[in-house]
Structure formats: C-alpha cells, structure tokens
C-alpha cells in the first residue's frame, strides 16, 4: 500500500484524512534548494498521528511484539497469542505504559507481567489471562482494544482425562521459551 493512502490524524485540529490529500507547503529557506512540507488540508499543521492498524501479540516467553498483521503458527503447534489491536499512533504508547520493561538479558523488550517467572504452561496461561483482564478494565481509549483469554466450556473433573489431556501440556514445560 502507498503512503498515499494512509489514514492519518493532523495532531493540531484532529481531522482525520488520508497522507495523500495533505497539502504541499514551501518552506521559506534562504538557500537556492526548495524545501516543502506536508500539511494538513483544513488548518495547516505540519504533526499527524498515524492511524494504520496494527496488531500486538506476545509469545509463551512473555515477550511483546508489534506488527501489520499477527504471525501464522508453526506446524509444531506454537504461536503467537492475539493481546491488542488499534491504531499505530496509539498501540505502541498504551502497551509500553501497562507492560514490563525487561533488564539484563531481555533490556529493550516489552514482557507481560508475570509470564517469564512461571513455572508452567497453565500458569503463564494464568498471568496472560490476568494481565488481559486488568488491561481490559481501563476505559476504552483512541480506538485500542485489549483482547480476552476465555476457559473452555466444558470442565473436566476426571483426573484420569485430565492426565491424559494434558501430558502434551507437562512435557512442553520443560522446554525452553523463545526468546
């Protein structure tokens, strides 16, 4: 997709319109080089807001990533979990404010509270589902929107189709997390 048609939001008077219907205007330089900037059509300013939707997921590690759209799962059955999606301008900012920042080894990166310190596939599960649910709470804002871990509909209280149901799940725990 061309720059042209990005949906773009003039951060002086909020009129939404596409990169490409934003007007040329010369720049006064002193020099023999023209310059010009993009501006907003209706009021001039020069800042906008940029308004691609962009999706947010993380892995079972806990690390945070952003992208256009979320990545295919592996044909091992691994993949990446769904936690947001909304406008570029706006994603990234309200993620960066409610997760953990790494240190040390992991400095840079964006991790969900609680999911590199589990010691299980259920309970990173739990501090995912956790996390979720408190970002969920916060009033809904610039069109970002949390997603939501459900529980199966049916539980089950045998504990020999427990076991048998989640053997898969006990082996996967002692490998290592992608980092």
């Given at each position: 997709?061309?720059?042209?048609?990005?949906?773009?939001?003039?951060?002086?008077?909020?009129?939404?319109?596409?990169?490409?219907?934003?007007?040329?205007?010369?720049?006064?330089?002193?020099?023999?080089?023209?310059?010009?900037?993009?501006?907003?059509?209706?009021?001039?300013?020069?800042?906008?807001?940029?308004?691609?939707?962009?999706?947010?997921?993380?892995?079972?590690?806990?690390?945070?990533?952003?992208?256009?759209?979320?990545?295919?799962?592996?044909p091992e059955g691994g993949g990446a979990i769904e936690i947001a999606r909304?406008?570029?301008?706006?994603l990234r900012p309200q993620i960066t404010v409610l997760a953990r920042h790494?240190?040390?080894?992991?400095?840079?990166?964006?991790?969900?509270?609680?999911?590199?310190?589990?010691?299980?596939?259920?309970?990173?599960?739990?501090?995912?589902?956790?996390?979720?649910?408190?970002?969920?709470?916060?009033?809904?804002?610039?069109?970002?929107?949390?997603?939501?871990?459900?529980?199966?509909?049916?539980?089950?209280?045998?504990?020999?189709?427990?076991?048998?149901?989640?053997?898969?799940?006990?082996?996967?725990?002692?490998?290592?997390?992608?980092?």
């Open positions: 997709m061309s720059r042209a048609g990005n949906l773009v939001k003039c951060a002086r008077c909020r009129h939404e319109h596409l990169e490409g219907q934003r007007v040329e205007k010369p720049r006064k330089t002193s020099g023999t080089i023209q310059i010009a900037d993009t501006c907003c059509p209706r009021c001039g300013g020069m800042s906008f807001y940029d308004l691609r939707p962009q999706v947010a997921w993380c892995w079972a590690s806990g690390l945070i990533e952003f992208g256009d759209e979320l990545p295919a799962n592996s909304g406008p570029m301008a706006y790494g240190q040390g080894a992991s400095a840079g990166c964006l991790l969900v509270p609680g999911v590199p310190e589990a010691n299980s596939q259920r309970a990173k599960g739990d501090a995912l589902a956790e996390w979720l649910k408190w970002c969920g709470s916060r009033r809904p804002r610039d069109g970002v929107t949390w997603s939501t871990l459900r529980e199966a509909d049916e539980v089950i209280t045998d504990p020999a189709v427990i076991e048998a149901t989640f053997a898969a799940d006990y082996e996967a725990e002692e490998a290592p997390c992608r980092s």
